[in-house]
């Protein structure tokens, strides 16, 4: 091909980490903004309740089809592939109609002042899926083709339209937030969709143009067609099933078969993922403004892992699915992509781990600073969330090393061993949902985190064996790359003692003291860490520049 893998996953993973910055700051705004228009209930029915619908639709019916088709292009049968993945449009209509009736008529019935909106919302989440399922065959080939860009921006007008939406339909009618909320679900999703879908319409005319000067000026100004030789759409039509010239067979097999694994994956990842929400929404665990309270301490302990840990997981899936082979050893493979892909699990690994590890550093001693600052006196009068965001920075190392070791592990398994895993997922579910309400039911909320970190623990232990196994009669050892340096683990343990001594001696003088103390000791622990790994930096340094000086030479 003629995209850099690498460097398009890296470009990917920067965007998709300030997509996310800006999504959660959005966000944390706007729950702030809920709470103090429309109160915790609401945001309890639309953060858990509603969003867990959204979320539950589209693991099951987007995940499993658009992992199986990000396949290297140069082997790929498009009309195959397009044939496969529309098939996620009448898939997730009919988990939509299931889905919907449990949500509606089975879980806990809500307050009778909301219920009709409540109902609305339901089915107006449903319909949004729909739509996002619609433009998914335009999101794959963006994402297979390397339009980093291009998505980050959709993906923030998709935020920043159903956010404006949202706010302005309470400002005008604030009896009816959740039907606000129902409006920009809709609204947003029809215009992420039309939004891929009018950029492939201008692009793929554009590049056939490109192509014909192409044949006839050998020396052609370079462009953003230039590196889209290999791109197999002549026609904006082809993007629908049954278009596109294909001498094979409609369905691709293999490639069904590994879909079907993906599905059973995702099914098992989702009550992984969501699995203290599916606790509390089946089981009458929380109220719902208990649910809200939760779930703002929730997305406040998981910064790292939203802005950061997530982005680099996907963008870290996609290029090792480009490097390594599924059904092949690594000894019979390029030793050259190898090498490379071992060194960058390596460094990946290595990134995570500081980061985990210098979030629970701070996270004991500037929990209370973080919740005041952020929502006030009464998000900390209960110690309770103050004790919930301390337990999340331990978890947070745990998906750190998860994210990036399963990603490697999800990228590479062959349809047997995804299936073998698939099942050994169904123990980890089922061991999760157990602990998960034996310990709430004993210790309260904390017991969903403690849960959570039993379960990414096991996982964690899994992937690890996988991937020794898979280098073992190699000379690469990418696992060294969880183990810090010893100078880097004493400066932390230094910072923890002294900054919880600050928390105790310095906070009830003067936050902004406390606060200082920190940024001292953070400071610390960033050179050292810079001095242990100044080859990496320089490499960084280095991919930079020449990153830089590319872009002025095609200016």
């Known amino acids: 091909m003629a995209r850099n893998i690498l460097k398009s996953s890296i470009e990917n993973a920067s965007f998709s980490i300030v997509f996310q910055v800006l ?3 959005i966000t944390f705004i706007l729950n702030a903004y809920i709470i103090r228009t429309v109160g915790q209930e609401v945001l309890g029915i639309m953060n858990v309740r509603l969003l867990l619908l959204e979320s539950t639709i589209l693991f099951l019916s987007k995940e499993p089809i658009l992992k199986a088709c990000l396949t290297n292009t140069s082997t790929i049968n498009w009309a195959q592939v397009i044939n496969q993945i529309w098939l996620s449009v009448p898939l997730s209509s009919v988990i939509n109609i299931t889905l919907v009736y449990v949500w509606i008529n089975i879980l806990t019935p809500t307050d009778d002042k909301y219920q009709h909106q409540y ?13 996002e399922q619609v433009s998914q065959v335009v999101v794959l080939v963006a994402q297979n083709f390397c339009f980093v860009r291009l998505k980050v921006v959709i993906d923030t007008l998709y935020v920043v339209s159903r956010t404006i939406i949202f706010v302005y339909y309470v400002e005008t009618e604030p009896e009816y937030p ?3 909320f129902s409006i920009a679900q809709i609204v947003s999703s029809v215009i992420l969709c039309l939004s891929y879908y009018g950029f492939f319409l201008w692009y793929i005319p554009a590049l056939n143009k490109v192509k014909e000067i192409k044949k006839k000026e050998k020396n052609a100004e370079k462009n953003i067609f230039s590196d889209m030789s290999d791109f197999p759409f002549t026609s904006f039509i082809q993007l629908f099933p049954g278009i596109m010239e294909n001498k094979e067979a409609m369905l691709d097999s293999k490639l069904f078969v590994l879909t079907m694994s993906f599905i059973k994956q995702s099914v098992v990842k989702q009550v992984l993922t ?9 089981s009458p665990v929380l109220t719902f403004s208990q649910q809200s309270v939760y779930d703002i301490v929730n997305n406040l302990g998981s910064l790292a892992a939203r802005f950061i840990f997530r982005p680099i997981e996907e963008s870290a899936y996609f290029y090792f699915t480009q490097m390594i082979k599924r059904d092949e050893i690594l000894t019979k493979q390029n030793k050259k992509q190898v090498a490379e892909s071992a060194e960058v699990l390596s460094q990946l690994c290595k990134i995570v781990v500081t980061i985990g590890l210098v979030v629970v550093t701070f996270g004991q001693a500037y929990s209370y600073s973080f919740l005041y600052l ?11 969330s103050v004790v919930l965001l301390r337990f999340h920075s331990f978890a947070i190392v745990l998906l750190a090393i998860n994210g990036v070791t399963e990603g490697y592990v999800f990228a ?3 349809n047997q061993q995804l299936d073998r895993y698939n099942y050994l997922m169904v ?4 061991m999760f949902l157990l602990i998960s309400y034996i310990l709430t039911y004993i210790i309260g909320p904390v017991g969903f985190i403690l849960a959570n970190c039993i379960n990414m623990t096991a996982r964690i232990v899994h992937s690890l064996n996988y991937i020794h196994k898979q280098f073992q009669d190699t000379e690469f050892t990418p696992l060294d790359g969880l183990i810090p340096g010893k100078k880097f683990l004493i400066t932390l343990i230094l910072s923890g003692i002294v900054t919880i001594l600050s928390e105790i001696y310095l906070l009830e003088k003067s936050i902004f003291i406390h606060i200082g103390a920190g940024a001292v000791f953070f400071f610390i622990i960033v050179s050292i860490w810079a001095l242990d790994n100044m080859t990496l930096l320089r490499l960084g340094l280095e991919k930079y520049k020449s990153r830089k000086s590319s872009f002025v030479k095609q200016d």
């Open 119 to 131: 109902e609305l919302g339901c089915y107006a989440v449903a319909l949004s899926c729909i739509v």
């Open 374 to 384: 952020y929502g006030g006196q009464k998000l900390v009068e209960n110690n309770l």
């Open 23 to 25: 999504f959660r700051c």
């Open 274 to 282: 969501e699995g203290e929400r599916y606790v509390m929404t089946v």
């Open 412 to 414: 590479t398994m062959n």
């Open 178 to 180: 959740i039907n606000a």
């Open 427 to 430: 123990i980890f579910s089922v």
